[in-house]
């Protein structure tokens, strides 16, 4: 795996995952905005607007034995500078997927999480079985981290499993940290992954590009 530390290289990005189905990437976003968006997180967290993480986005039902984060979804059309920031860069990403791997990927959804100590999400995949053809889809996975000073044994590394849609654990999965800056970009019904448990408060930006429905 090739973990770039230049400005986003997206030709080198798009054929990472055109080859793996997957990318890690650090300084995916600028510090000044990385830091305003940890901020901003830190903040909602203290207001009713940050709702516990339900497992799946229709059916919200609180499941702690799942995951134990809080989420709060963004909207572009009320967007802070470093949500713009963030969206104007997810905007250069879905471009380039689309121009080189023609995944008619057209719309995002976005939120902020944030995982108290102790907070894990266990191994899952992000788009649900069954759906509904007419319904967008999630295609994409792009998650961005926002914690500063990090170290290995804060732990809630994402543990990303290479063995594709298989959903035992035997084969080879790799460890991710949250580093503020980075980040992890898959194939959304391809790969199974999970939160390990934080030990620190550790903050996340998810976004999914979802495709169009079939008429
Ligand atoms: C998710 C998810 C992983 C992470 O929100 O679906 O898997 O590392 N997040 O925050
Ligand atoms: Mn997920």
């Known amino acids: 795996m090739r973990i770039s530390t230049q400005s986003t ?3 080198e990005l798009v054929d990472h995952i055109a080859e793996h189905g997957f990318c890690v990437i650090n300084d995916f976003l600028p510090e000044a905005t990385v830091n305003a968006l940890a901020n901003e997180a830190q903040r909602l967290k203290h207001t009713q607007v940050m709702q516990e993480a ?6 919200l039902n609180v499941n702690k034995e799942i995951r134990g984060d809080s989420i709060y979804w963004l909207d572009e059309g009320d967007a802070t500078e470093a949500q713009r920031s963030y969206f104007g ?10 121009r080189h791997l023609y995944l008619g990927l ?7 999480a944030v995982y108290p100590e102790g907070g894990f999400y266990k191994k899952h995949l992000d788009c649900f079985a069954g759906h509904n053809p007419q319904k967008p889809q999630r295609k994409i996975s792009c998650i961005v981290y926002l914690n500063q000073g990090w170290h290995m044994q804060d732990g809630g590394q994402l543990k990303l499993y290479l063995n594709e849609t298989d959903e035992s654990d035997k ?3 790799i460890l991710i940290s949250p580093l503020a800056g980075r980040a992890v970009i898959f194939l959304s019904d391809t790969f199974y992954h ?6 620190k408060e550790r903050i996340s930006l998810t976004g999914w590009f979802l495709s169009r429905p079939q008429q």
């Open 9 to 11: 290289n997206f030709e």
């Open 54 to 59: 339900g497992i799946g986005r229709e059916h």
């Open 89 to 98: 860069q997810m905007e250069n990403l879905r471009l380039e997927l689309n």
């Open 106 to 112: 057209f719309g995002l959804e976005s939120h902020l």
């Open 171 to 173: 084969y080879k999965s």
């Open 194 to 199: 999970e939160v390990m448990p934080t030990y």
